[in-house]
């Protein structure tokens, strides 16, 4: 039985220590926001955070991810209120959805870091995030108004 | 005749098998053609994908046996170890991935630091011997330690267990690390700026 902290919560896992993070978030603890996209850390679809860093959870093993501190897409904010989005429910970023808990936790680490991205650094950071609906114009717009609530002081 | 002849040999044999007088010298024997052959074999492993990849000229990191732009315009930050949601270790794990395609790994993945990025690539020989032995331009290491990271360091030994669909370096690790060491022990000569690589 392995302990993983995730979203400020501790779980008995009953699990292989080489289990995909992702398997374990989805299937054990049913956290299901968090997508399969390829399974190869390619495109970013099932992006969490480790530590406050973006990882890729369909190749990191539950071992590397015991005794740190996992936040997944329903644990990014208490009230659905973290400034990314506010600015995806405002501007409509989504439209299938599959990329966007992907995309929303990658933007979360760049926002933190670079608090005024400039289109390139958006553009830049944003790449390893693909959205097979093409919604980066959107997401773009949706980053630079989050980075305008956040100076704001809007959300969390 | 024949006598003196005889004997003047067998005085003359005798003279030269006798070990040196004084005391031994306190480095050996300096021997810029070991040197420099020695290096040229160095140069090749350091140029092949495995080592070069890692030491692109630009501020990406290069992939595959092709040694292309790493995709998702991963770039190198001021530490080597990515920016933002692209860190290295992100998506490189504390091992290689299982499979075609996936991330290779080891637990300390980068690149060098931007403000000493230790390019390979498009180095000549003659450039490289030069930066390599450069305090100021190979991250601060004495000659010693140089073969250090050259002979074990874990992430550069990486590149001979690269996993699936990468070809590791010309020359066995044991093979390269004893071509630094003829290099560095014969006076770390640099090439001419005209010597040719080798077709090996």
């Given at each position: 039985?392995?302990?993983?902290?995730?979203?400020?919560?501790?779980?008995?896992?009953?699990a292989?220590p080489?289990?995909?993070?992702?398997?374990?978030?989805?299937?054990?603890?049913?956290?299901?926001?968090?997508?399969?996209?390829?399974?190869?850390?390619?495109?970013?679809a099932?992006?969490?955070?480790?530590?406050?860093?973006?990882?890729?959870?369909?190749?990191?093993?539950?071992?590397?991810?015991?005794g740190?501190?996992?936040?997944?897409?329903?644990?990014?904010?208490?009230?659905?209120d973290?400034?990314?989005?506010?600015a995806?429910?405002?501007?409509?970023?989504?439209?299938?959805?599959?990329?966007?808990?992907?995309?929303?936790?990658a933007?979360?680490?760049?926002?933190?870091?670079?608090?005024?991205?400039?289109?390139?650094?958006?553009?830049?950071?944003?790449?390893?995030?693909?959205?097979?609906?093409?919604t980066?114009?959107?997401?773009?717009?949706?980053?630079?108004?989050?980075?305008?609530?956040?100076?704001?002081?809007?959300?969390? | 005749?024949?006598?003196?002849?005889g004997?003047?040999?067998?005085?003359?044999?005798?003279?030269?098998?006798?070990p040196?007088?004084?005391?031994?010298?306190?480095?050996?024997?300096?021997?810029s053609?070991?040197?420099?052959?020695?290096?040229?074999?160095?140069?090749?492993?350091?140029?092949?994908?495995?080592?070069?990849?890692?030491?692109?000229?630009?501020?990406?990191?290069?992939?595959?046996?092709?040694?292309?732009?790493?995709t998702?315009?991963?770039?190198?930050?001021?530490?080597?170890?990515?920016?933002?949601?692209?860190?290295?270790?992100?998506?490189?794990?504390?091992?290689?991935?299982?499979?075609?395609?996936?991330?290779?790994?080891?637990?300390?993945?980068?690149?060098?630091?931007?403000?000493?990025?230790?390019?390979f690539?498009?180095?000549?020989p003659?450039?490289?011997?030069?930066?390599?032995l450069?305090?100021?331009?190979?991250?601060?290491?004495?000659?010693?330690?140089l073969?250090?990271?050259?002979?074990?360091?874990?992430?550069?030994?990486?590149?001979?267990?690269?996993?699936?669909?990468?070809?590791?370096?010309?020359?066995?690790?044991?093979?390269f690390?004893?071509?630094?060491?003829?290099?560095?022990?014969?006076?770390?000569?640099?090439?001419k700026?005209?010597?040719?690589?080798?077709?090996?």
């Amino acid at each position: 039985m392995l302990t993983l902290l995730v979203n400020q919560q501790s779980h008995q896992v009953d699990a292989d220590p080489d289990m995909p993070l992702l398997w374990v978030l989805r299937d054990l603890l049913g956290l299901i926001g968090t997508k399969y996209g390829c399974g190869v850390a390619q495109c970013g679809a099932c992006t969490v955070h480790l530590n406050g860093e973006a990882i890729r959870s369909c190749v990191t093993k539950l071992g590397r991810a015991v005794g740190g501190q996992v936040t997944t897409i329903e644990g990014l904010s208490p009230n659905n209120d973290h400034p990314l989005q506010l600015a995806w429910i405002e501007l409509s970023v989504p439209q299938c959805g599959y990329c966007q808990s992907g995309q929303l936790m990658a933007a979360a680490v760049l926002l933190r870091e670079n608090p005024h991205p400039t289109d390139q650094d958006i553009d830049k950071a944003m790449s390893g995030n693909l959205c097979r609906c093409g919604t980066y114009p959107r997401i773009r717009q949706a980053i630079h108004r989050a980075a305008r609530l956040q100076q704001e002081g809007g959300g969390v | 005749m024949k006598i003196i002849i005889g004997l003047s040999l067998i005085l003359l044999s005798g003279v030269l098998a006798a070990p040196p007088p004084g005391p031994p010298a306190p480095h050996p024997t300096k021997d810029s053609i070991a040197s420099v052959k020695a290096f040229m074999s160095v140069y090749e492993v350091l140029m092949s994908p495995r080592c070069m990849n890692c030491h692109p000229a630009g501020d990406a990191p290069l992939q595959g046996d092709d040694s292309h732009p790493h995709t998702m315009e991963v770039r190198r930050g001021p530490d080597g170890r990515g920016l933002y949601a692209e860190k290295c270790s992100n998506c490189h794990q504390p091992e290689n991935t299982a499979g075609l395609h996936t991330p290779p790994g080891n637990p300390k993945w980068r690149l060098p630091p931007a403000d000493t990025p230790m390019i390979f690539q498009g180095r000549t020989p003659a450039q490289l011997a030069r930066q390599l032995l450069d305090p100021k331009l190979n991250g601060g290491r004495t000659k010693e330690q140089l073969y250090e990271h050259m002979a074990k360091d874990d992430l550069v030994g990486w590149g001979w267990h690269p996993g699936e669909g990468r070809t590791p370096p010309p020359l066995s690790r044991p093979a390269f690390a004893a071509q630094v060491k003829i290099w560095l022990d014969n006076g770390a000569f640099a090439p001419k700026e005209f010597t040719k690589k080798s077709t090996n």
